[in-house]
T-cell receptor, first 113, second 111 residues
Framework: EAEVAQSPRYKITEKSQAVAFWCDPISGHATLYWYRQILGQGPELLVQFQDESVVDDSQLPKDRFSAERLKGVDSTLKIQPAELGDSAMYLC???????????FGDGTRLSIL | GQNIDQPTEMTATEGAIVQINCTYQTSGFNGLFWYQQHAGEAPTFLSYNVLDGLEEKGRFSSFLSRSKGYSYLLLKELQMKDSASYLCAVKRGNAGNMLTFGGGTRLMVKP
């Protein structure tokens, strides 16, 4: 089982609702990543944190998505309002530093009805 | 921009050897990762190449040619449990070392 903790494992909600995902990285990992993975495709980076600071969020749809890592440890990713096209697996990963291998959580599978 | 290409699907026989290729075009190249992902599970780290050449780790080896923008993952003595998707990911040093993933190659190992 992956050491990066994510919850919930599954989320089903209706469009226009708000959803939130939580990630607890491996202890001591300064860099945290949120990815979106559509079925049959590779993960796509949404946002990268170094400690509590955002390093890259160029691919994050900021009109509806937000991410925070207030104390530089765990992180939340929020979508409001959710759209049908947001259905995907949302993966969190962490690494000791940004040039080290990333370790992934089991992900949250989101289904928008 | 950048482009990472790998075959969508491959099939191989148990006990055989399979090579999964990955070609890339990117700026600021700073290394290439291979990950394995079983259906519905998290990607798991397999290998990392930053210099040209072959890196061997048990049944798995990974090769990199930076001048050709080319890498491959070699799996030997295939086992049924090797059926999974294999993701090639390029790290860009000029972009916060962010990873860009290819679409993945789904490998099916048959008896």
């Amino acid at each position: 089982e992956a050491e990066v903790a994510q919850s919930p494992r599954y989320k089903i909600t209706e469009k226009s609702q708000a959803v939130a995902f939580w990630c607890d990285p491996i202890s001591g990992h300064a860099t945290l990543y949120w990815y979106r993975q559509i079925l049959g495709q590779g993960p796509e980076l949404l946002v990268q944190f170094q400690d509590e600071s955002v390093v890259d969020d160029s691919q994050l749809p900021k009109d509806r998505f937000s991410a925070e890592r207030l104390k530089g440890v765990d992180s939340t990713l929020k979508i409001q309002p959710a759209e049908l096209g947001d259905s995907a697996m949302y993966l969190c990963a962490s690494s000791v530093r940004d040039n080290q291998p990333q370790h992934f959580g089991d992900g949250t599978r989101l289904s928008i009805l | 921009g950048q482009n990472i290409d790998q075959p969508t699907e491959m099939t191989a026989t148990e006990g055989a050897i399979v090579q999964i290729n990955c070609t890339y075009q990117t700026s600021g190249f700073n290394g290439l990762f291979w990950y394995q992902q079983h259906a519905g599970e998290a990607p798991t780290f397999l290998s990392y190449n930053v210099l040209d050449g072959l890196e061997e780790k048990g049944r798995f080896s990974s090769f990199l040619s930076r001048s050709k923008g080319y890498s491959y993952l070699l799996l030997k003595e295939l086992q049924m449990k090797d059926s999974a998707s294999y993701l090639c990911a390029v790290k860009r040093g000029n972009a916060g070392n962010m990873l860009t993933f290819g679409g993945g190659t789904r490998l099916m190992v048959k008896p």
